[in-house]
Antibody, heavy 124, light 107 residues
Framework: QVQLQESGPGLVKPSETLSLTCTVS????????WSWIRQTPGKGLEWIGY???????NYNPSLKSPVTISVDRSKNQFSLKLSSVTAADTAVYYC??????????????????WGKGTWVTVSS | DIQMTQSPSSLSASVGDRVTITCRASQSISRNLHWYQQKPGKAPKLLIY???TLQSGVPSRFSGSGSGTDFTLTISSLQPEDYATYYCQRSDSTLWTFGQGTKVEIK
């Protein structure tokens, strides 16, 4: 059974880079899409972006901080970097496996396995 | 940008009640709508994908319907473990968004 675990600093200073890693266990990262999502009390759930195991990415254009998601297949991990963070980036960050489903009319993308989440505070 | 609006934002119901939660998109998203359940301090859990397909292991009292702009999540007989917040999510384009959530509380 696939499990995901987020790791990284719980405190980041404003204007610095937030870096998180998601380790995939019980399965291979070399298939499917892999997403980052965050949650704040004020804005609810916000999808940040995804990476396909081959390396192609798609990011939420509404994010104010520049985003980079990368994959390391040798370590079965994928990572998130959010640059020039502000207090607005304080949130619980989740990684999730994202499945692609096709039913002869359209493609659907949904998150079927989630990590437990990690709280990140942006503060000096 | 397509907006997702859930209603109600919260509701109170008793065990055994039939509960219906609605998610409305500001433009048609075909059937590209998924539902999640989240309990306090936990990650969201996938319940239904592509409007009406039940995720493996999810009880059959959960069901989904709709298409275009209007979608519904129904719990046919509310159980104690169903008290949680429910979110819809669209993935019809390159920008995926969630509804604001519906909190189901004990009456």
């Amino acid at each position: 059974q696939v499990q995901l675990q987020e790791s990284g600093p719980g405190l980041v200073k404003p204007s610095e880079t937030l870096s998180l890693t998601c380790t995939v266990s019980g399965g291979s990262i070399s298939s499917d899409y892999w997403s980052w999502i965050r949650q704040t009390p004020g804005k609810g759930l916000e999808w940040i972006g995804y990476i396909y195991y081959s390396g192609s990415t798609n990011y939420n254009p509404s994010l104010k901080s520049p985003v980079t998601i990368s994959v390391d297949r040798s370590k079965n991990q994928f990572s998130l970097k959010l640059s020039s963070v502000t207090a607005a980036d304080t949130a619980v960050y989740y990684c999730a496996r994202t499945k692609e489903y096709y039913d002869f009319s359209a493609y659907y993308y949904y998150m079927d396995v989630w990590g437990k989440g990690t709280w990140v505070t942006v503060s000096s | 940008d397509i907006q997702m609006t859930q209603s109600p934002s919260s509701l109170s119901a008793s065990v055994g009640d039939r509960v219906t939660i609605t998610c409305r998109a500001s433009q048609s998203i075909s059937r590209n709508l998924h539902w999640y359940q989240q309990k306090p301090g936990k990650a969201p859990k996938l319940l239904i994908y592509a409007t009406s397909t039940l995720q493996s292991g999810v009880p059959s009292r959960f069901s989904g319907s709709g298409s275009g702009t209007d979608f519904t999540l129904t719990i046919s007989s509310l159980q104690p473990e169903d008290y949680a917040t429910y979110y819809c999510q669209r993935s019809d384009s390159t920008l995926w968004t969630f509804g604001q959530g519906t909190k189901v509380e004990i009456k």
